[in-house]
């Protein structure tokens, strides 16, 4: 099944700091998807972005699908986006299930 | 925002106890999915479906079965829970139906733990 690695696993920053998040991925894939799980469990959408570039805030994606891999950036973190961001892609070979397999997470910890 | 919900929360239950967990989404969306996911770690897909009275299991062989008589229902079901089966479960769906195509939204999960 097709691969998916992110790194750093863990980062940590001190609050106002941007920081880069990184997803490879070893198939194409019509399907990408960032998330931040919180500290309750619960995963929160941040970008669909099987190809190009999103905005949403102080957070921005990219993906270069023929390359294979995706960016999230976080720009003036806040002790508030501390937690688990996980990328998510649907191989093209999964059809009409379009089922997400999941990288292992950054975890990220802002500090005051 | 997405309108998928389960419960219960959280479950502490005994070996040998027949649970069921429940998830309904709200969206029309056709796709349901369940994932399990283990403290600190990645998610798994442990079943999903196209679509009513269509189901099929995903990448993590798993005890549980699941049932999908309604479009936006999507239980899963443990016949006989053992310590092993403590994690946390997550619903999901997806569909043509919203802001993505095939976006997944995720309901607040249930952390079961079996004693």
């Known amino acids: 099944g097709i691969q998916v690695e992110q790194s750093p696993p863990d980062l940590i920053l001190q609050e106002g700091a941007n920081s880069t998040l990184r997803c490879n991925f070893s198939d194409s894939v019509n399907n990408l998807q960032w998330f931040h799980q919180n500290p309750w469990g619960q995963l929160i959408n941040l970008f669909y972005?099987?190809?190009g570039t999103k905005q949403n805030g102080r957070l921005s994606a990219t993906t270069v699908a023929t390359e294979r891999y995706s960016l999230l950036y976080i720009s003036s973190s806040q002790t508030t986006d501390s937690g688990v961001y996980f990328c998510?892609?649907?191989?093209?070979?999964?059809?009409?299930?379009?089922?997400?397999?999941f990288g292992s997470g950054t975890q990220l910890t802002v500090l005051p | 925002e997405a309108d998928i919900y389960q419960t219960p929360r959280y479950l502490v239950i005994g070996t040998g106890k027949k649970i069921t967990l429940e998830c309904s989404q709200t969206?029309?969306?056709?796709?349901m999915y369940w994932y399990q996911q283990d403290p600190g770690m990645e998610l798994h897909l442990i079943h999903y479906?196209?679509?009513?009275?269509?189901?099929e299991k995903g990448d993590l062989s798993s005890e549980s079965t699941v049932s999908r008589i309604r479009t936006e229902h999507f239980p899963l079901t443990l016949e006989s829970a053992r310590p092993s089966h403590t994690s946390q479960y997550l619903c999901a769906s997806a569909g043509l139906a919203g802001r993505m195509p095939y976006e997944q939204y995720f309901g607040p999960g249930t952390r079961l733990t079996v004693t």
């Open positions: 998510a892609v649907g191989p093209i070979s999964s059809g009409s299930a379009r089922q997400l397999t």
């Open positions: 972005i099987p190809s």
């Open positions: 479906s196209y679509g009513v009275n269509s189901t």
């Open positions: 969206m029309g969306h056709d796709k």
